[in-house]
T-cell receptor, first 111, second 112 residues
């Protein structure tokens, strides 16, 4: 069974603080994706990382794929209340196209 | 931006009944998927569909489940003889290639 474990499950911080969400697995993934999900909506893709060691930036969000392609992190700099939401990581194995999701990290940014 | 649309948004069904969840994928997409999310649990892959046949399915996707693309626009998930544990959010997704999957907003299925 391919498992992706996200930590922490819940994170509450003040506006302006930084935060990091982790996504770890014992399996190698060909790519890893980060999604954000709002209540009552489906997951929306934020970024895909493919190469081991890859770093991608999306405004104040920085995504990193581990060298061994088993783990990833999402770092938010100077968090805003608008960053509040559920963040999901999901991996794709080399064979096939199914997404294996982590359990999600619920982020609350208080003004 | 084109969207994946799912209907109904909420379906309430008596245990033992059959339900059909409907999805309209993005029009030029070729790969279609169903995922489900039981309340408080992870999003789980159910099945992928390409070229009018199932390309991959999970252990969850047993004989109780079936998928169909009855015409050029719809993609359906049928659940026969529903059980209480089938209660979940069911998400449809589609993709052009084996790449980015676009998700619908889901159907909440409640089995009574």
């Amino acid at each position: 069974t391919q498992l992706l474990e996200q930590s922490p499950q819940f994170l509450s911080i003040q506006e302006g603080e930084n935060l990091t969400v982790y996504c770890n697995s014992s399996s190698v993934f060909s790519s890893l994706q980060w999604y954000r999900q709002e209540p009552g909506e489906g997951p929306v893709l934020l970024v895909t990382v493919v190469t081991g060691g890859e770093v991608k930036k999306l405004k104040r969000l920085t995504f990193q794929f581990g060298d061994a392609r088993k783990d990833s992190s999402l770092h938010i700099t100077a968090a805003q209340p608008g960053d509040t939401g559920l963040y999901l990581c999901a991996g794709i194995k080399a064979a096939g196209n199914k997404l294996t999701f982590g359990g999600g990290t619920r982020v609350l940014v208080k003004p | 931006e084109p969207e994946v649309t799912q209907t109904p948004s909420h379906q309430v069904t008596q245990m033992g009944q059959e339900v059909i969840l409907r999805c309209v994928p993005i029009s030029n997409h070729l790969y279609f998927y169903w995922y489900r999310q039981i309340l408080g649990q992870k999003v789980e892959f159910l099945v992928s569909f390409y070229n009018n046949e199932i390309s991959e399915k999970s252990e969850i996707f047993d004989d109780q489940f079936s998928v169909e693309r009855p015409d050029g626009s719809n993609f359906t998930l049928k659940i026969r003889s529903t059980k209480l544990e089938d209660s979940a959010m069911y998400f449809c997704a589609s993709s052009v290639t084996q790449g980015r999957q676009h998700f619908g907003d889901g159907t909440r299925l409640s089995i009574l």
